[in-house]
Each structure stands twice: as structure tokens, then as C-alpha cells.
């Protein structure tokens, strides 16, 4: 398990932009290695991938959501 406060930087491979709507996936992938006590547990350029979504408050109103999905090690 990886500490708490861990960065994992992700790059995106395709543009992320207000065009993209609830449900496009985006191609991302480690910018550096993710290592635990020296162990390489994922190289760099391990590919993961962002789904679009949403939230909605409580009046009502729609807000952009991006999570993180399909990243395994």
C-alpha cells in the first residue's frame, strides 16, 4: 500500500478539453515510475485511462467530474 499523500502524476495522450462529454475515456499514462521501498511497481509510461462524468449539487446544477479508471499494477 502506498503511503497516504503519495504523488502518482498521470500525462493525458489525447486532448482534455470542455468539448468532451459524460462517458469519453481519455488515454493517460505514469509520467515516472511508482515505486514503493525501492520496488518499481509500475514503469513509467504505464497506461491507464479517465472517464468524464459528473456531479450534480444539491440546486441541482450539472458539474464536470473526472475519474480515474482501469489503472492496475
Do not use: C, N, Q
Not at 499523500?5 to 488515454?27: H, I, N, W
Not at 472517464?51 to 458539474?63: C, F, N, Q, W
Request: without cysteine; negative net charge.
Amino acid at each position: 500500500m502506498l503511503p497516504a499523500g503519495t504523488a502518482v502524476v498521470f500525462v493525458t495522450d489525447a486532448t482534455l478539453d470542455a468539448g468532451r462529454r459524460e462517458g469519453d475515456v481519455v488515454s493517460v499514462h505514469l509520467r515516472d515510475a511508482l515505486t514503493l521501498d525501492g520496488t518499481v511497481l509500475a514503469p513509467a509510461g504505464t497506461k491507464a485511462y479517465l472517464v468524464v462524468g459528473g456531479t450534480s449539487t444539491p440546486d441541482g446544477k450539472r458539474v464536470p467530474a473526472i475519474s480515474l479508471d482501469r489503472f492496475s499494477i
